[in-house]
């Protein structure tokens, strides 16, 4: 079981994992805040859900890809980039609560 935290901070901890294809990655919130996890809006694989304070959500990765994902209060898509930067004026600001699932045959 892979698991993700998001510390008592606007991050995500670790930044990159690799899991195997079938894989449930979890993510914990031990912060008192909401965070959200959503993928490139462009991206084969979509999902987007909100890990309550103190709570957590699951996602199963059936397919290989490089999943990133971000936090929409802290961060914004930039689809001219392709790419994830930090919202202006979120708390880690120039740095984007971000972080990348690869996912391996």
Request: proline share 9%; with cysteine; net charge neutral.
């Amino acid at each position: 079981k892979a698991k993700i935290v998001m510390p008592s901070a606007d991050r995500f901890d670790p930044l990159a994992m690799a899991v195997k294809k079938g894989t449930r990655v979890t993510w914990t919130n031990l912060d008192s805040d909401a965070h959200t996890v959503l993928t490139d809006p462009g991206g084969s694989v979509q999902f987007k859900f909100v890990v309550p304070a103190n709570g957590g959500a699951s996602y199963t990765f059936d397919t290989p890809g490089i999943y990133p994902y971000f936090c929409d209060a802290h961060a914004l898509w930039n689809s001219e980039l392709k790419r994830v930067q930090a919202r202006p004026g979120s708390s880690e600001y120039p740095a984007a609560m971000e972080g990348v699932v690869f996912v391996l045959p």
